[in-house]
């Protein structure tokens, strides 16, 4: 069992449409919450990051973080058909390691 | 990707041969990292330096890949000799002092014939 999974869609919606995207995660010990968006072609960009439980919103986008359910959604309000990309969560624990574990995207495309 | 450059972009090379990456940040940063990303998946951690210092290479295959990070900037890692299951995507990444902002280069793509 991975430490992170993610649904690898493709999620398809219409332009307009609030895209929820989700992982779930095993390790407990996880703290810290990223969201990074890739492109094709292109390395991941880093879009919102989450220490702990709770919301975080910037502009169209709303991070949520469940730690209970060991659980994170990423929201997108208003797509767009420039959001067409992969989703990438990622996560971080306390320790020194800095080591990013990623679930394996998912990837989405809005429709015009 | 700004503050990361990477060369080559694309790399294509038979097995057995010799290939090399190089990584670039713009601006200065303690802390580098790079990544394998194969088709489908996540990034995985391969090595990660805080200065010229690797201080985890765990995930790093030894008896084939190396790397080094000269004066602490940039940063080349090698696979010597490269096998089908090495073609991927290979990412450098640089943090300040909080690992949780980790921004990534555009990464080389690498393929392996």
């Known amino acids: 069992q991975k430490e992170v999974e993610q649904d690898p869609g493709p999620l398809s919606v219409p332009e307009g449409a609030i895209v929820s995207l989700n992982c779930t995660y095993s390790n407990s010990a996880f703290q810290y919450f990223m969201w990074y968006r890739q492109y094709s072609r292109k390395g991941p960009e880093l879009l919102m990051y989450t220490y702990s439980s709770g919301n975080k919103e910037d502009g169209r986008f709303t991070a949520q973080v469940d730690k209970s359910s060991k659980y994170i959604s990423l929201f997108i309000r208003d797509s767009q058909p420039s959001d067409s990309a992969t989703y990438l969560c990622a996560m971080l624990g306390m320790d020194s390691s800095y080591k990013l574990i990623f679930g394996s995207g998912t990837r989405l495309l809005v429709r015009p | 990707e700004a503050g990361v450059v990477q060369s080559p972009r694309y790399k294509i090379i038979e097995k057995k041969q010799p290939v090399a990456f190089w990584c670039n940040p713009i601006?200065?940063?303690?802390?580098l990292y790079w990544y394998r990303q194969n088709l489908g998946q996540g990034p995985e951690l391969l090595i990660r330096?805080?200065?010229?210092?690797?201080?985890?290479d765990s995930q790093l295959p030894k008896d084939r890949f190396s790397a080094e990070r000269l004066k602490g900037v940039d940063s080349t890692l090698k696979i010597q000799p490269a096998e089908l299951g090495d073609s991927a995507v290979y990412l450098c990444?640089?943090?300040?002092?909080?690992?949780?902002?980790?921004?990534f280069g555009p990464g080389t793509r690498l393929l392996v014939l």
């Open positions: 990444a640089i943090s300040g002092e909080r690992g949780e902002t980790q921004y």
């Open positions: 330096y805080e200065n010229e210092e690797a201080v985890d």
């Open positions: 601006s200065g940063h303690n802390t």
